[in-house]
T-cell receptor, first 115, second 115 residues
Framework: AQSVSQHNHHVILSEAASLELGCNYSYGGTVNLFWYVQYPGQHLQLLLKYFSGDPLVKGIKGFEAEFIKSKFSFNLRKPSVQWSDTAEYFCAGPSQDNQGGKLIFGQGTELSVKP | DVKVTQSSRYLVKRTGEKVFLECVQDMDHENMFWYRQDPGLGLRLIYFSYDVKMKEKGDIPEGYSVSREKKERFSLILESASTNQTSMYLC??????????????FGEGSRLTVL
């Protein structure tokens, strides 16, 4: 069965450090890929999305992600994190049957940024 | 902005009680979803619906049922709550279907505790 997996469960960084969160998906067909963020006490928000075209996509708040088809990866990056980036990050992709537009999610990566 | 509203942010129920979780979206989306979110497990799909009166099982439907009588409303029902259903429940909607998948728009979540 297809899956979305995130490499890191918990990442701790100091402010201004660079961030890269790993995400791999197993479905090899046409994919739309997403990163969502959940700030403490808030609902899940879309951070960025890849549908097609340029494999480097830019999202809100300085985040970007690169789709590398040969590696089945869609890693999230930010050159310099801020304390306000402390949140949980989820990678998501379509289910293999794509019925009803449903997405499957990775396990989540909790990011803690120390001021 | 898309708004997905979940009726209850926090609920405490006793084992064996029937529980209703309501979700309403205001963007005329065809697709609606119920996920549960548990630490270390990410989001797991319980049920989804891609049209009024249509419902499909997700990955973990056991112990749950759903109802979609109107396009904007999608209800999750726990017929007889059990302690292992203590979790955060997230409702989402989207306008995509077919091969695309997502993006999903999420409500703020309903945290259910079953004693």
């Amino acid at each position: 069965a297809q899956s979305v997996s995130q490499h890191n469960h918990h990442v701790i960084l100091s402010e201004a450090a660079s961030l890269e969160l790993g995400c791999n998906y197993s479905y090899g067909g046409t994919v739309n890929l997403f990163w969502y963020v959940q700030y403490p006490g808030q609902h899940l928000q879309l951070l960025l999305k890849y549908f097609s075209g340029d494999p480097l996509v830019k999202g809100i708040k300085g985040f970007e992600a690169e789709f590398i088809k040969s590696k089945f990866s869609f890693n999230l990056r930010k050159p310099s994190v801020q304390w306000s980036d402390t949140a949980e990050y989820f990678c998501a992709g379509p289910s293999q049957d794509n019925q009803g537009g449903k997405l499957i999610f990775g396990q989540g990566t909790e990011l803690s940024v120390k001021p | 902005d898309v708004k997905v509203t979940q009726s209850s942010r926090y609920l405490v129920k006793r084992t064996g009680e029937k529980v209703f979780l309501e979700c309403v979206q205001d963007m005329d989306h065809e697709n609606m979803f119920w996920y549960r979110q548990d630490p270390g497990l990410g989001l797991r799909l319980i049920y989804f619906s891609y049209d009024v009166k249509m419902k499909e099982k997700g990955d973990i439907p056991e112990g749950y049922s759903v109802s979609r009588e109107k396009k904007e409303r999608f209800s999750l029902i726990l017929e007889s709550a059990s302690t292992n259903q203590t979790s955060m429940y997230l409702c989402a909607s989207s306008s995509s279907s077919g091969l695309a998948g997502g993006p999903l728009f999420f409500g703020e979540g309903s945290r259910l505790t079953v004693l």
